[in-house]
């Protein structure tokens, strides 16, 4: 519950940075997507394990974080939405081509010839657009003061502290 309250329609904070999560309510796609780009601005980055709970600034910048997240999220899913009627394949079509390309990785029989070539227009755009946006995100988080692997053990910790969940929520709020 926590997560869909504090992301909305984001996918994760978490899984973006670690490089297990994908595009803005497009579950299906994200692996396909957004894999290598995941990899390259992740790379070589761990989550880092404390014992000790975040400061209160650190609850503050986190929640200012997730919150300009959501936005930036929002702004990337419309610019997808954006690309893929130019092209007049739906999102439903979209991800379904992806998620069968992502779990063959062969041509695909199931879909028209002009579904496959509208995808094969509008994918570029889509992996671009996901690009920035990771490169955006990470440097939200920089912006605040936070490596990668800081900001992901905070988010580890408010993901299993609903005390520090109910912070977070707060914070947000105001």
Known sequence: MFQKLLLG??????PLLLGVGGL????????YVLGSAFKQIT??????????????????????IVKKQR???????????????????????FREIAQEKSDTGASIGNFSDEDLKK????FPEVKKIAQEDLLR?????????????????????VQNNPSLQREVLKLMKN
Do not use: C
């Not at 329609?9 to 978490?14: D, W």
């Not at 803005?24 to 692996?31: L, R, Y």
């Not at 995100?137 to 910790?157: D, Y």
């Open 24 to 31: 803005p309510t497009w579950s299906q796609t994200e692996n």
């Open 71 to 93: 936005s930036l999220a929002q702004e990337t899913k419309q610019k997808m939405l954006k690309v893929l009627e130019s092209e007049g394949l739906s999102r439903q079509r």
């Open 9 to 14: 329609e984001f996918i994760g904070v978490l």
């Open 137 to 157: 995100q990470r440097e939200l988080v920089k912006s605040q003061g936070f490596t990668i692997q800081e900001f992901n053990a905070i988010a580890t910790k």
């Open 119 to 122: 995808f094969e227009n509008v």
């Open 43 to 64: 790379e070589g980055y761990t989550i880092a394990q404390t014992s000790t709970n975040p400061t209160v600034k650190d609850l503050e910048k986190f929640a200012l």
